[in-house]
């Protein structure tokens, strides 16, 4: 366990993880292949990350867009959810929101 806080790979116990992290350290191909998989899990993250947030705020507009109509308009629940053509699980979504304020 010592052998993955060790910073210096020349340090370590075990002979095939030191030898391992020396190639992803010490040696431009190694680092290259390190470098793009960081990048490439950066992205995918940055992707996933996106489209919850996206997600996320389309519910929020939602829940408001039903508040004003309700609020202004005066009509139901809803009618708000069939003029704004909320469905599915995005009206369940909406109706929690709506149930938690």
Known sequence: M???HQVD???MHYKELSQGVKHF???EEGRDSMCEAVQEYAK???KEYAKEYGEQRAIREATENV???M???GVTQEKAFDILEIQGEKRELVIKQLQQE
Do not use: H, I, T
């Open 2 to 4: 010592s052998d993955f």
């Open 67 to 69: 508040k004003k109509l």
């Open 71 to 73: 609020g202004n308009a």
């Open 25 to 27: 350290k010490e040696v």
């Open 44 to 46: 995918e993250y940055a």
């Open 9 to 11: 790979p020349d340090n």
